[in-house]
């Protein structure tokens, strides 16, 4: 019990440290890219990178109301859908902005 | 007297022989009544997905009684039909989305890989673990609803078509994928 705790933790807190960093990187895309979006006309590509910044807090924000009063796996698993759901986001993001 | 062992020997025989078809004969009807209902509710499903969901929602109802009566001749509660049917089609639709992300994964990963060659080893791997986490999305997000709502059968229709939406690759849609 106590052991299945605590990997739950330590699982959910990995997970966490890559919400982080999603959320650090589409920040560091919105800095390094507003020189090249100021250049391009309309609002849709500054649209784009402030949702790619937003995407990893609302899906954690989603997974951690969803996963309220659960088993510790079953929040492990919805962390995980949830940063797997922001990465797919994140990965159209740049996807889009690098077609457009 | 005899004739009548004989007799009695044969109809013993008859019932040593009859033994094993009774059992087939027992366990034919629990077959036939089992498998009937089955194909037609499939058939219904059929159609119910061909006329639009107002009939799927008909159906729904029509075979939840019969799928309750097959649950208490079994053992496990067993999920309708219709539901079923959902589960194959979201399923196939999660999958393919699983293999567009795969491939632009593939394609930016690659070339993040390149990018961030000679810079900090730390942020490049995480930044290759996030790229390579997004296939396996619609997968986790398909888990995540079956475990989520398996006894809800509408609340796991509404999880999957929200997720079918959310998960969309929209540049798949816009066309010009640099990794197609």
Redo the contacts between chains.
Sequence with gaps: MNAKLISAWIAGLAIVVLYVYATIAALGNFFGMSDIVRSALGLMPWTLLILQVVAPAIALAVALILSRGRSAGMRVLLLATGICAAAAIQLEIMHLILIS | MPKESGEGRESALQRGWTVESRSDVNDQPDLATVSAPVEAQEAEAQNAVAQGTAAQETAAEGTEPATNELAESGQTAQLSNLTVVMLGLTGGIYMLYAWV?LS??QF?AEGNAAAVEGSGSI?GF??Q???W??????I??F??AL??HRRQPRKLALALILGCI??L???MI?G???AQ
Excluded: T
């Excluded at chain 2, 986490?133 to 619609?138: F, H, M, S, T, Y």
């Design positions: 992300w632009w994964a930016y942020g995480l930044q673990i996030v790229f986490i997004a296939p396996l999305a619609p986790l997000w888990v995540s475990i989520m959310v998960l690759p929209l540049p816009f010009n994928g640099a």
